[in-house]
């Protein structure tokens, strides 16, 4: 039963027992208080339900209010009711309709361990990093507050993005990188001259400042991203294919193996480590790097590869009750920070599958 339908039924108590009051009061005429508990009705109640419907960034709110009101609502039909045990045998049942919570979107959050072994949380909030608040946290994200290139690299810091996260940083030379879910960047306190080196662990947007006689690395466990000056997007999740994706400029990718291949603006590189495979194809990068500009947008992806990224923004756990329905082809855009329920529901009108949501967890089935 939904939260409509309690409305509804609620309300039909309400008017019977206001017309009783009436009928016996002998104050039933029109216009009374039956017509301005109607006229009540239609200006508050009904425009708050519409509005519930049609929000979708305040749903958690929404969603809380109105379970809030079904209580209530359930609470004056029992008590309206008395002792009358034929209605009160269909509304009892009611109140067991369990606090369904929507999956809300993740955040920008993010823990630092800097080369000192000191942690910090960061959120939205502005903050003073490091003992000798050598860095700082503002509506920019994490930057170096005085960088000096020419000081020797003598430690790391390390940046974690969880499940359910994301965040931006400034490096010390001035490069942006934006961090996406369950992703670790390792950086050093400082650049020294010659080769920047960061480690990445999970999926990156770079956009590299360039210095003469310094080129820019990122360092993965499948191999390294050699970097001149340019903004591409790296990914290396251990159960996905590592990626590259260049927006402008040049990299270069380098196996573990010494198997190399260069990339050219608008192409993305997708090397396989189980086989050293690498496979390049021209593309429209906005598919792959529209996270950084707070949407998610997909054109003919698997299931599975949709499912994997969204399970990360939402910190949810996606289950397949057959593994074909990966495969599936699809093609849709959400905001980052809306609700994924309408999502699947328009997977579902555009694909032989259903979703069942329960709790933490997507459950994926072919539709019966």
């Given at each position: 039963?939904?939260?409509?339908?309690?409305?509804?039924?609620s309300?039909?108590?309400?008017?019977?027992?206001?017309?009783?009051?009436?009928?016996?009061?002998?104050?039933?005429?029109?216009?009374?208080?039956?017509?301005?508990?109607a006229?009540q009705?239609?200006?508050?109640?009904?425009?708050a339900?519409?509005?519930?419907?049609?929000?979708?960034?305040?749903?958690?709110?929404?969603w809380?209010?109105?379970?809030a009101?079904?209580?209530?609502?359930v609470?004056?039909?029992?008590?309206?009711?008395?002792?009358?045990?034929?209605?009160?045998?269909?509304?009892?049942?009611?109140?067991?309709?369990?606090?369904v919570?929507?999956?809300?979107p993740?955040?920008?959050?993010?823990v630092?361990?800097?080369?000192d072994g000191?942690?910090?949380?960061?959120?939205?909030?502005?903050?003073?990093?490091?003992?000798?608040?050598?860095?700082?946290?503002?509506?920019?994200?994490?930057?170096?507050?005085?960088?000096?290139?020419?000081?020797?690299?003598?430690?790391?810091?390390?940046l974690?993005?969880?499940?359910?996260?994301?965040?931006?940083?400034?490096?010390?030379?001035?490069?942006q990188?934006?961090?996406?879910?369950?992703?670790?960047?390792?950086?050093?306190?400082?650049f020294?001259?010659?080769m920047?080196?960061?480690?990445?662990?999970g999926?990156?947007?770079?956009?590299?400042?360039?210095?003469?006689?310094?080129p820019?690395r990122?360092?993965?466990?499948?191999?390294s991203i050699?970097?001149?000056?340019?903004?591409?997007?790296?990914?290396?999740?251990?159960?996905?294919?590592?990626?590259?994706?260049?927006?402008?400029?040049?990299?270069?990718?380098?196996?573990q193996?010494?198997?190399?291949?260069?990339?050219?603006?608008?192409?993305?590189?997708e090397?396989?480590?189980?086989?050293?495979?690498?496979?390049v194809?021209?593309?429209?990068?906005?598919?792959?790097?529209?996270?950084?500009?707070?949407v998610?947008?997909?054109?003919?992806?698997?299931?599975?590869?949709?499912?994997?990224?969204?399970?990360?923004w939402?910190?949810?756990?996606?289950?397949?009750?057959?593994?074909?329905?990966?495969e599936?082809?699809?093609?849709?855009?959400?905001?980052?920070y809306?609700?994924?329920e309408?999502?699947l529901?328009?997977?579902?009108?555009?694909?032989?599958?259903?979703?069942?949501?329960?709790?933490?967890?997507i459950?994926?089935?072919?539709r019966?």
């Amino acid at each position: 039963m939904t939260w409509k339908d309690i409305y509804d039924y609620s309300e039909r108590l309400l008017r019977r027992w206001v017309q009783t009051l009436e009928q016996e009061e002998g104050k039933g005429a029109p216009g009374n208080f039956s017509e301005r508990i109607a006229r009540q009705e239609r200006y508050d109640a009904g425009q708050a339900y519409l509005r519930f419907r049609r929000s979708q960034r305040s749903i958690r709110l929404r969603w809380t209010a109105a379970a809030a009101v079904a209580a209530c609502l359930v609470t004056v039909s029992v008590w309206l009711l008395g002792d009358r045990e034929d209605e009160a045998a269909w509304v009892m049942p009611v109140a067991e309709v369990p606090d369904v919570q929507p999956i809300q979107p993740g955040s920008r959050k993010a823990v630092l361990t800097m080369a000192d072994g000191s942690v910090w949380a960061l959120r939205d909030s502005a903050m003073a990093v490091g003992k000798e608040q050598e860095w700082r946290v503002d509506d920019a994200g994490l930057q170096a507050v005085a960088p000096d290139t020419a000081a020797p690299a003598l430690a790391y810091n390390t940046l974690e993005v969880p499940r359910g996260g994301e965040f931006y940083l400034t490096l010390p030379d001035g490069t942006q990188v934006w961090l996406n879910s369950a992703s670790v960047l390792r950086f050093p306190t400082q650049f020294a001259g010659g080769m920047r080196e960061v480690q990445l662990e999970g999926e990156a947007y770079f956009d590299v400042t360039h210095i003469e006689g310094s080129p820019f690395r990122v360092v993965m466990d499948e191999g390294s991203i050699s970097v001149l000056g340019t903004e591409f997007c790296a990914t290396s999740y251990p159960d996905e294919p590592m990626a590259a994706t260049l927006v402008e400029g040049r990299i270069a990718f380098e196996a573990q193996d010494g198997t190399a291949r260069e990339l050219q603006p608008n192409q993305r590189l997708e090397y396989d480590r189980a086989t050293g495979g690498m496979q390049v194809e021209e593309v429209d990068t906005w598919l792959y790097t529209s996270w950084r500009e707070d949407v998610f947008c997909f054109e003919n992806r698997s299931l599975g590869d949709i499912l994997a990224v969204l399970s990360r923004w939402y910190d949810v756990q996606v289950v397949f009750t057959d593994n074909a329905l990966k495969e599936v082809r699809l093609s849709g855009t959400l905001e980052k920070y809306s609700a994924i329920e309408p999502f699947l529901r328009l997977f579902e009108a555009g694909a032989d599958v259903e979703f069942k949501v329960s709790g933490r967890q997507i459950t994926v089935a072919k539709r019966k």
